[in-house]
């Protein structure tokens, strides 16, 4: 790892951390716009989420990752960023966050750590890999229960 590949990762992560919120600030999916994010990701960005939540699956480029945005805010209400630590910089970044979330459908709240794994190349993400410590919370915090429950 060169200083100057995290010295890259770093602002290139806290600029798209803080666009992020700019872009949430302004009305999130279907409201804002998703160019305020865009220069922090590759147009080749690849985005995986696990499959077991309810925006699974990988997301591809910018449309995807526009796509992506639009799926999780059908499925939050809220979704706060309370606290974020920054435990590996360079060409691979590793992010813990600590979340609040308030799920759309059920109202429920939950509070839970996604780790990310970011590859940074050339000024821009390429790469992101969220692992959530327990999937099965999060779906079951968003689906609401069948008229047979």
Known sequence: MTTSSTTDSIAVLTGMYAAEAEYLAAGGPGEASFDVLAPFFAPDVELHQADALPYGGTWRGHIGMAQFFLA???????????AQEFLATGETAVVLTQVRARARTTGRELSFPILQTLTVKDGRITEVRPFYWDTQAVADACTAPSPTD
């Open 72 to 82: 999780m805010g059908q499925v939050w209400e809220s979704f706060d960023m309370v």
